[in-house]
């Protein structure tokens, strides 16, 4: 008898072992899913006086409140023939800031007319300060940082762009 209750006592501990430690949690981990890029049209940046063409963009829309708000946040890289474009639904002075963004961004505002008014070149990540328009923008266009330097853009250039939304 005595002998039957040691194996159950052993027994038990046992299992009570085997449950601590197979049940035991790992911290969990809180991930940020990699956003990728969606081709969503195409955009073209024109020089003022020639309209000849500066560069070609494959370019991401953000046009809705959701999209807007989050913009850029959250991507570990861009490709430099990639940018969003942020369309609003009137034109007014503008801030933008990059608040959870990854990457260093050229931040170009442009008004009603799709004509450049001014920029913020290389806008640091995480940066939560502000980074305003020097006018009004119903248009905002967000590329590499250092890209509009490059691409040798000025105040009164042109953008032009198609959706396939």
Not at 26 to 53: C, I
Not at 81 to 102: A, D, I
């Amino acid at each position: 008898m005595i002998r039957r209750y040691f194996k159950v006592i052993c027994l038990s501990a046992t299992l009570v072992a085997l449950a601590a430690t197979s049940c035991k949690e790992e911290p969990k981990k809180a991930e940020q899913a990699e956003v990728v890029f969606k081709k969503e049209g195409e955009l073209q940046l024109l020089e003022k006086t020639t309209d000849s063409v500066l560069v070609k963009l494959d370019i991401e829309i953000a046009d809705n409140e959701f999209e807007t708000q989050t913009g850029l946040m959250y991507r570990e890289s861009m490709k430099t023939n990639h940018g969003m474009l942020f369309v609003f639904p009137n034109e007014q002075p503008r801030s933008f800031y990059m608040k959870n963004t990854r990457i260093a961004l050229d931040i170009i505002y442009l008004d009603a007319n799709k004509t450049i008014v001014s920029f913020q070149e290389n806008a640091q990540p995480f940066n939560e300060g502000s980074l305003p328009s020097e006018g009004a923008a119903k248009y905002v266009l967000e590329v590499n940082a250092g890209l509009a330097k490059t691409w040798q853009l000025k105040v009164g250039d042109k953008m032009r762009y198609s959706t396939s939304k």
